[in-house]
């Protein structure tokens, strides 16, 4: 398994940006796909966020998010980020990223087989 450890959660008010990082222990993360999942208050479960290839040559994102967030992986630090713009309210949750050997698209949480610990991202108004 691969360890994952977030950072930059944070307070923010709407229409605010923030960048979240994800490091990665493994020397073969270039090989996983990955992935940002978040859990909102009083929902028992992780929805899908944004994906990325391996390669970083092809990203996905949920319908709620695309063209607001934007997800990017540098494979020689081994880290992959959110940049997160223009956020709202409903916005608000624990981020998780997640680590899929994948060759392609995963955006199904079932698939991923390493996550790391979330940090909390809080809108305000």
């Known amino acids: 398994q691969v360890q994952l450890v977030e950072s930059g959660g944070g307070l923010v008010q709407a229409g605010g940006s923030l960048r979240l990082s994800c490091a990665a222990s493994e020397r073969a993360f270039s090989s996983y796909a990955m992935g940002w999942f978040r859990q909102a208050p009083g929902k028992e479960e992780r929805e899908f966020v944004a994906?990325?290839?391996?390669?970083?040559?092809?990203?996905y994102y949920d319908e709620s998010v695309r063209g607001r967030f934007a997800i990017s992986r540098d494979n020689s630090k081994r880290t992959v980020y959110l940049q997160m713009s223009n956020l709202k309210l409903e916005d608000t949750a624990v981020y998780y990223c997640?680590?899929?050997?994948?060759?392609?698209?995963?955006?199904?949480?079932?698939?991923?087989?390493?996550w790391g610990q979330g940090t909390q991202v809080t809108v305000s108004s």
């Open positions: 994906t990325i290839t391996w390669s970083g040559s092809h990203a």
């Open positions: 997640a680590a899929a050997r994948s060759d392609g698209i995963t955006t199904s949480l079932h698939r991923y087989g390493s």
